[in-house]
């Protein structure tokens, strides 16, 4: 374990459906991210939050909504996704955006 | 525009030999940077990290050495192993603190 923890590790969902990622740390990093990585292409950064505050958000569809309650849980919530949208969502930490980052082991999305 | 690459994308090399991975970054003003290693199934590990004012750092069996008169980046692994076997991303950290990464380097270590 990293110390980071996704949840779940797998999810198939319908294009209609609605469900949501969640990303905990307990390292006290005050920065988390939300990574985008498919097949044959480099990770894709989508949101970044630092001390609960979105600071970057990288031209990434409505239909995917990032929610960070406090420093240790970071969501990304979904809906009405398209097939293209399959891939692992990667979420990671550090104690600084300008640190190096501590990621989780992801969450495998399928989308039908 | 701002880019990081790999000049490889799989790499094939006999256990107990050195493997080398290399990665050519753009952007000038990055001045961190993190070789990360990605088996299957799990998310990228932490391997070695450099600053810019360095041109060389060693940890256990991996080096990483950095150019930035060619901007370019590479990580030694000595007497790779079986369990070296992974996809290997180079990331730079640039002056917004993003930190962006290359395709990666597919390592397979033959027995």
């Known amino acids: 374990e990293t110390g980071v923890t996704q949840t779940p590790r797998h999810l198939v969902m319908g294009m209609t459906n609605k469900k949501s990622l969640k990303c905990e740390q307990h390292l006290g990093h005050n920065a988390m991210y939300w990574y985008k990585q498919s097949a044959k292409k480099p990770l894709e950064l989508m949101f970044v939050?630092?001390?609960?505050?979105?600071?970057e958000n990288n031209s990434v569809p409505s239909r995917f909504s990032p929610e960070c309650p406090n420093s240790s849980h970071l969501f990304l919530h979904l809906h009405t996704l398209q097939p293209e949208d399959s891939a692992l969502y990667l979420c990671?930490?550090?104690?600084?955006?300008?640190?190096?980052?501590?990621f989780g082991s992801g969450t495998r999305l399928t989308v039908v | 525009g701002e880019s990081v690459g790999l000049h490889l994308p799989t790499l094939s090399v006999q256990e107990g030999d050195n493997s080398i991975i290399n990665c050519a970054y753009s952007n000038s003003a990055s001045d961190y940077f993190i070789w990360y290693k990605q088996e299957s199934g799990k998310g990228p590990q932490f391997i070695i990290d450099?600053?810019?004012?360095?041109d060389k750092r060693q940890g256990q069996r991996v080096t990483v050495l950095l150019n930035k008169t060619v901007k370019h980046l590479s990580l030694q692994i000595a007497a790779t192993q079986p369990g070296d076997s992974a996809v290997y991303f180079c990331?730079?950290?640039?002056?917004?603190?993003?930190?962006?990464f290359g395709q990666g380097t597919e390592l397979s270590v033959k027995p």
């Open positions: 450099i600053r810019s004012n360095m």
């Open positions: 990671a930490s550090s104690q600084d955006t300008r640190d190096g980052y501590t």
């Open positions: 939050y630092s001390l609960e505050e979105r600071v």
């Open positions: 990331a730079e950290n640039d002056e917004g603190g993003k930190l962006i």
